[in-house]
């Protein structure tokens, strides 16, 4: 892991991350996914119905290279739980199959009924 005190784009992702129980770190918005994974993760959450904050990286080049080193993960979408870096697209895909995503976030008391 790189030094993130003297980086503030690192900064900013660990309050981002600190202060939402879950961001997804994605390209374009929620409302209008910019990329064929994003889009599939949002609709992965919103069919779960998870509460989430969609972090568009296109606005930002600093915030897309450096949500790439903060997470040491390459692509994009990016999904953190409860501050844990949970994975990009296939991950999350492969998760809400096993049924492995919807346990995780009714662990965390984050899926309304759970």
Known sequence: ?????????HDWIAKSVAEHP?????KGVPEQPQCGFSAVT???LDHLGVDFVGVNVLQSDALREGIKTYSDWPTIPQLYVKGEFVGGCDIV???FQSGELKSLFEEQGLLEGA
């Not at 879950?22 to 994605?26: E, P």
């Open 1 to 9: 892991m790189t030094d993130t005190a003297a980086d503030p784009v």
């Open 22 to 26: 879950v961001v997804l770190f994605m």
């Open 42 to 44: 949002v609709q992965i």
């Open 93 to 95: 895909r492969e998760m």
